[in-house]
T-cell receptor, first 116, second 112 residues
């Protein structure tokens, strides 16, 4: 069964360092999402791609976060510099359509980030 | 920003009992989805109900939607220890730009 791949699964970094996460969506899925999930809360959308274009990055802290999906397939989310408050689970998801989220989203296992 | 509020925040039941979780939201929606998350893992889609639907079933799951009360419920019948997880509702609507807005979740514990 096709799955969303994410790496690394765990990352410990010191504050002010740079960190990057990678996501490979299910083959053929045009829409890719990055979420941040703080412990005890639901996921919050950071950025949504339709193919290689950003559809929504209204909640992305653009002073330190960046995301790209150059060829419309896999994607990278970067934080530079990392802050203590960035400690969270970073989830990637994909769906076959971005139309009003009318389709289920398939989530990867996530990357647990700890900033010390 | 999170749209949904889930109730209860935590629920503990015995195997074989039914579990009911509720979700309330604030704005008009196009659809509402329920997801399950096992500890430290990604989310798994359970069921999607559209705004013009009132009830939907999938195996041991039953979801209801009351748009007049802006609320939804998820019922898991004959629960099993493997149902232990966090359950999240998520809403999608035009005035949210079509993106999913997740609630805080209900943590379900099913004891054998």
């Amino acid at each position: 069964e096709a799955e969303v791949a994410q790496s690394p699964r765990y990352k410990i970094t010191e504050k002010s360092q740079a960190v990057a996460f990678w996501c490979d969506p299910i083959s053929g899925h045009a829409t890719l999402y990055w979420y941040r999930q703080i412990l005890g809360q639901g996921p919050e959308l950071l950025v949504q791609f339709q193919d290689e274009s950003v559809v929504d990055d209204s909640q992305l802290p653009k002073d330190r976060f960046s995301a790209e999906r150059l060829k419309g397939v896999d994607s990278t989310l970067k934080i530079q510099p990392a802050e203590l408050g960035d400690s969270a689970m970073y989830l990637c998801a994909s769906s076959s359509s971005g139309s009003l989220s009318s389709y289920e989203q398939y989530f990867g296992p996530g990357t647990r980030l700890t900033v010390t | 920003s999170q749209q949904g509020e889930e109730d209860p925040q935590a629920l503990s039941i015995q195997e074989g009992e039914n579990a009911t979780m509720n979700c309330s939201y604030k704005t008009s929606i196009n659809n509402l989805q329920w997801y399950r998350q096992n500890s430290g893992r990604g989310l798994v889609h359970l069921i999607l109900i559209r705004s013009n639907e009132r009830e939907k079933h999938s195996g041991r799951l039953r979801v209801t939607l009351d748009t007049s009360k802006k609320s939804s419920s998820l019922l898991i019948t004959a629960s099993r220890a493997a149902d232990t997880a966090s359950y999240f509702c998520a809403t999608a609507s035009y005035n949210q730009g079509g993106k999913l807005i997740f609630g805080q979740g209900t943590e379900l514990s099913v004891k054998p």
